[in-house]
């Protein structure tokens, strides 16, 4: 069940923070300026679709640089930018594939219970709350696993994230209770958001993929 492994994630993550906090807090700032950019261009419509884009990309580059943390070596900045110059275009294929999905689920959430009534619509319901889950457990696992493919390849990473979660049920629980529960600590004192908040999550998915990819 992997409960020991999953623990020692927790606290490496931790640790790993630690010992990398200023570079760490530097592109997390950035991650967070490109996601408050997004919430302001949201006031002026026309402007959102261009700095929709520096969110995922941002994303990419923060994993990147928690790839090298995990594996046990120092970055800089140039690393930042090099994970974005490596995987800019997936980032955007993966953020579109993400809004796709939200929408598909939301449609057939919506869409039957409105139009039909009784017991299968409940079940048609819990289907698709099932794939909700399934597919958020997923993207923990798919930025680092496709850091760590030899050949980056989107369908693979996410093929590969499926199988990671139903081999170890489990440990993909645990380590999503993790994602929350620091997700949670983050939101609530606010500073750790700020500084190190996407920056920590990251480190968490690549160290819970780098155990599971050694066990």
């Not at 794939?131 to 493919?149: D, H």
Request: charged share 10%; hydrophobic share 65%.
């Amino acid at each position: 069940m992997m409960i020991k492994e999953a623990v020692g994630v927790f606290w490496q993550t931790l640790k790993d923070v630690w010992e990398e906090l200023l570079p760490l807090c530097v592109v997390n700032l950035v991650w967070l300026l490109a996601l408050m950019t997004v919430g302001l261009a949201s006031i002026a419509l026309p402007l959102v679709s261009i700095t929709l884009l520096l969110l995922p990309i941002t994303v990419a580059g923060i994993y990147y640089v928690a790839n090298r943390v995990a594996h046990g070596k120092t970055f800089s900045f140039s690393h930042f930018i090099e994970g974005i110059k490596k995987f800019w275009w997936r980032s955007l294929l993966w953020m579109l594939a993400n809004v796709l999905m939200v929408l598909v689920i939301y449609t057939n959430l919506i869409f039957y219970p409105s139009q039909f009534e009784g017991l299968w619509v409940s079940v048609v319901g819990g289907f698709w709350l099932a794939v909700v889950i399934f597919w958020l457990t997923m993207q923990m696992y798919f930025w680092p696993l496709l850091i760590e493919q030899e050949e980056p390849r989107l369908l693979l990473a996410w093929r590969n994230s499926a199988y990671l979660v139903l081999i170890n049920p489990f440990y993909a629980f645990l380590i999503v209770s993790f994602h929350l529960l620091f997700l949670a600590v983050s939101v609530a004192l606010t500073l750790p958001l700020v500084f190190v908040g996407m920056a920590l999550l990251a480190l968490l998915g690549n160290n819970a993929v780098l155990t599971m990819l050694v066990k």
